[in-house]
């Protein structure tokens, strides 16, 4: 059974940092690519940054670039997240999410992604 638990959302002020989690069990880790997407209040889910596990490539939408860090620990099993420098608009339902293929559409991480966790909520505040 596929398991996917995502930890270390919070409260946060603006400027600060928050380090995600994503533990994965119940399939191949290095045959999958992991998403991390975020979805706000009233608006849609938005792909924040993905890695695939088995060369190591990776994506991050505009919105998130030269601010969050997405790794692995292959031995554990689990993605993180490093989100540096938080925003008000950062403020979300953030939710990892696996799958064997991944893909980009128009710029932006396609949310087509088999097994999803429960979401970890994260508030920026100004």
């Known amino acids: 059974e596929v398991q996917i638990v995502e930890s270390g959302g919070g409260l946060v002020q603006a400027g600060g940092s928050l380090r995600l989690s994503c533990a994965a069990s119940?399939?191949?880790?290095?045959?999958?690519?992991i998403g991390w997407f975020r979805q706000a209040p009233g608006k849609e889910r938005e792909g924040v940054s993905c890695?695939?596990?088995?060369?190591?490539?990776?994506y991050y939408a505009d919105s998130v670039k030269g601010r969050f860090t997405i790794s692995s620990d292959n031995a554990k099993n689990t993605v993180y997240l490093q989100m540096n420098s938080l925003k008000p608009e950062d403020t979300a339902v953030y939710y990892c999410?696996?799958?064997?293929?991944?893909?980009?559409?128009?710029?932006?991480?396609?949310?087509?992604?088999?097994?999803w966790g429960q979401g970890t909520q994260v508030t920026v505040s100004s």
């Open positions: 999410a696996a799958d064997q293929t991944w893909a980009v559409l128009h710029g932006r991480l396609v949310a087509d992604f088999g097994s």
């Open positions: 890695i695939s596990m088995s060369d190591g490539s990776t």
């Open positions: 119940g399939f191949t880790f290095d045959d999958y690519a």
